[in-house]
């Protein structure tokens, strides 16, 4: 992942959210009221991603499941897949 960052990074700015790179901090934003509570995570991340033009993901299982192409899909972003 590491690589594909470095090449992409070359043409674009990159931005990470997650664990493994973490260049990028989540914004504090506050609850969003028209989401249930236990829905907030994903009510940030979707207002986080529908300022972007494309969402690449990585999964490191053969099957998805992860709800990152929900995600992406909810913010009507393409969802970019690299699977391990």
């Not at 969402?55 to 970019?80: C, H, I, K, M, W």
Request: charged share 20%; glycine share 4%.
């Amino acid at each position: 992942m590491q690589l594909l960052h470095c090449y992409c990074s070359n043409y674009y700015q990159v931005h990470s959210y997650g664990a493994c790179l973490n260049n990028k901090a989540e914004p504090k934003m506050e609850p969003d009221p028209n989401w249930p509570e236990i829905a907030q995570k994903r009510a940030r991340k979707v207002k986080i991603l529908s300022h972007y033009k494309f969402y690449l993901a990585f999964e490191n299982l053969q099957v998805g499941g992860s709800g990152r192409s929900d995600t992406a899909l909810l913010v009507e972003l393409p969802p970019l897949f690299l699977v391990q």
